[in-house]
């Protein structure tokens, strides 16, 4: 009797045989995108293991030993759609070093060892909802970040028909995170900055002073709203001084330092976001502090960087956050606790809305979707109603006394 034709993507049954010290399993399998039929392999040191691992060679389509096949199908683990989906994501290039590590991290700490075992289309709203569920209640930051990671996996397995739908729109979606906005007053600014100059100018104090550094870089981002990583990422070419008399200083924030989880400091050629990329006119104040910089690095070309360390190299955000945090720590600056750097762009952002306009904050901030993010994170607002609503409402009630 003639054997029947497989069907691509499918395969005839698995046999094994002993070969010296190990196990050989072996089975057709017709390839789905070229239709031809061939022998795949797979060793192992018992038969089971033989047979499991040509299995798991099967289900990567094509016979593909890694898994790296064009297709991803409905009895594929779940695994290998997390592995195409974070291809994909690294090839898409929209996602930031920190952005794609923490990614990574999530995938392996929390999408592998709960999901990576299913298969694809065992995935439904009742799984998902489960996980993200679960994970919220102890890691609502990383549930935000699961969902993600997941809609970009149900969307590329429903793309390969490896499940009937795209059901993301239906599953249960983690809360924002709510903040606390916290703006600096002037008498908490003076304090900050009075106890930045004068952190390390004791006497006792062992090893290397200060170099002002820190001040300089909390001085620019409290005139410029720039990000601490985006402060110590500009260079020469970035800095333009007046164009006339009265005008400001501005500068162009086209990058950002960035400290990866693995690898040395590197400074990224955008902001945080590419939307980010923006020129900005800078405070007096600040616009000093550039001057200084630009005369510190007077000799280099215009790619150098203004700020910094002693050895020529990247300034690292973490290092100078982690210098405020000593200093603030200081028992005269307890009620400094919850003033960190980047509260100095809130503080920029609630104070161009206030004395502007929330769509001028937004484009200075470089927020790339209106005011929305704006009014989410960055300002704090006590809206204030005109007179003209309060007699309006007199005519309510007529002009009488109280318990008349």
């Known amino acids: 009797m003639a054997r029947a034709k497989l069907k691509p993507g499918s395969w005839g049954n698995i046999s094994t045989s002993g070969e010296g010290d190990k196990w050989v399993a072996k089975a057709l399998y017709c390839s789905p995108r070229t239709g031809i039929t061939r022998q795949v392999t797979k060793a192992g ?31 594929d683990p779940v695994s290998k759609l997390i592995e195409k989906t974070m291809a994909r994501k690294v090839a898409e290039k929209k996602a930031g070093a920190q952005s794609m590590a923490r990614y990574e991290s999530t995938v392996r700490n929390h999408l592998l060892p709960k999901l990576g075992a299913f298969q694809v289309d065992a995935l439904d709203i009742v799984v998902v909802d489960d996980f993200l569920i679960t994970l919220n209640e102890t890691a609502p930051s990383e549930a935000r970040r699961a969902k993600v990671l997941i809609a970009a996996m149900v969307k590329l397995a429903a793309t390969h028909k490896a499940i009937p739908d795209n059901f993301m729109a239906s599953t249960f979606t983690p809360p924002a995170k709510k903040y606390d906005i916290v703006i600096l007053t002037m008498p908490q600014i003076d304090r900050m900055l009075g106890a930045i100059d004068a952190w390390g100018q004791s006497p006792d104090r062992r090893g290397p002073r200060p170099d002002g550094r820190l001040g300089e870089v909390i001085r620019l981002a409290l005139g410029s709203g720039l990000r601490i990583g985006e402060v110590v990422g500009l260079r020469r070419r970035d800095v333009r001084p007046p164009s006339a008399d009265g005008a400001p200083w501005t500068v162009t924030v086209a990058g950002t330092i960035v400290v990866p ?8 050629a955008w902001p945080k976001t590419e939307n980010s990329v923006r020129t900005v006119p800078v405070a007096s104040f600040a616009a000093e502090v550039l001057m200084h910089r630009m005369s510190e690095t007077s000799d280099a070309g215009p790619d150098q960087i203004l700020f ?97």
């Open 261 to 268: 989880n693995r690898g040395p400091i590197f400074r990224q």
């Open 308 to 404: 910094s360390t002693r050895t020529g190299g990247f300034v690292s955000p973490a290092n100078l956050r982690r210098s405020w945090r000593r200093i603030r720590s200081q028992d005269d600056l307890q009620d400094l606790e919850q003033i960190t750097p980047h509260a100095l762009r809130r503080t920029v952002g609630t104070l161009l809305a206030k004395e502007i306009s929330p769509e001028y904050a937004a484009k200075y901030l470089g927020h790339g979707h209106g005011t929305s993010v704006l009014y989410a994170h960055y300002v704090k607002f006590i809206n204030e109603v005109d007179d003209s609503g309060s007699g309006a409402l007199d005519h309510l009630l007529p002009r009488r006394a109280l318990n008349s």
């Open 45 to 75: 040191r018992t038969r089971e293991l033989a047979a499991s691992a040509l299995l798991d060679r099967l289900r990567g389509g094509d016979g593909s030993v890694s898994g790296d096949s064009v297709r991803i199908g409905g009895l």
